[in-house]
T-cell receptor, first 118, second 105 residues
Framework: SAVISQKPSRDICQRGTSLTIQCQVD?????MFWYRQQPGQSLTLIAT?????????ESGFVIDKFPISRPNLTFSTLTVSNMSPEDSSIYLC???????????????FGPGTRLTVT | GIQVEQSPPDLILQEGANSTLRCNFS?????LQWFHQNPWGQLINLFY???GTKQNGRLSATTVATERYSLLYISSSQTTDSGVYFC???????FGEGTQLTVNP
């Protein structure tokens, strides 16, 4: 399975500022995703990071707030813009990798970025 | 969109006990995964199981796609099994709310 790293692992930021999170994969992958996990909650998909085109955002998430880049098949960034305390969450990237059968693909997650906004 | 419900929401066990976690989903799926989120927040892949039965050590899982549910079995639980167990479905993963498992020594 793909090995995924994220930077930074954690950060404490002031409200109104922006933070860019990096996701690096050790092999080329077609599909990369960004998720958010608010405190005590489950994971919610923010967007699909598309290589060479704009990201595809889920309902409730917009590009101005969460701009995403995907310059190649091994790297993506997520920016959390104009942060407020409500943005305090764990942000995780994931990739789709070949599954254990020929009919589907398994997703693997990076270690996450724990963001606290004060 | 598809709904994913997990039960029970919380489970407390004594070390050595067995448990069954359930995941119901509202529509047919071609992808279902079980994850364990450890106390440090890392999501660990347990099973990719859109249908059928798989086993890995003390853990096993069964998905009955026609009846839209999946079960995760944990046998002879250990304290290191503690954490949150998530079921997630579809390509753009929709997660259930998870089961918080606590295993006491």
């Amino acid at each position: 399975s793909a090995v995924i790293s994220q930077k930074p692992s954690r950060d404490i930021c002031q409200r109104g500022t922006s933070l860019t999170i990096q996701c690096q994969v050790d092999s080329q992958v077609t599909m990369m995703f960004w998720y958010r996990q608010q405190p005590g909650q489950s994971l919610t998909l923010i967007a699909t990071a598309n290589q060479g085109s704009e990201a595809t955002y889920e309902s409730g998430f917009v590009i101005d707030k969460f701009p995403i880049s995907r310059p190649n098949l091994t790297f993506s960034t997520l920016t959390v813009s104009n942060m407020s305390p409500e943005d305090s969450s764990i942000y995780l990237c994931s990739v789709e990798d070949g599954g254990s059968d020929s009919f589907g693909y398994e997703q693997y997650f990076g270690p996450g970025t724990r963001l606290t906004v004060t | 969109g598809i709904q994913v419900e997990q039960s029970p929401p919380d489970l407390i066990l004594q070390e050595g006990a067995n448990s069954t976690l359930r995941c119901n989903f509202s529509d047919s799926v071609n992808n279902l995964q079980w994850f364990h989120q450890n106390p440090w927040g890392q999501l660990i892949n347990l099973f990719y199981i859109p249908s059928g039965t798989k086993q890995n050590g003390r853990l096993s899982a069964t998905t009955v796609a026609t009846e839209r549910y999946s079960l995760l079995y944990i046998s002879s639980s250990q304290t290191t099994d503690s954490g949150v167990y998530f079921c997630a479905v579809t390509l753009r993963l929709t997660f259930g709310e998870g089961t918080q498992l606590t295993v006491n020594p």
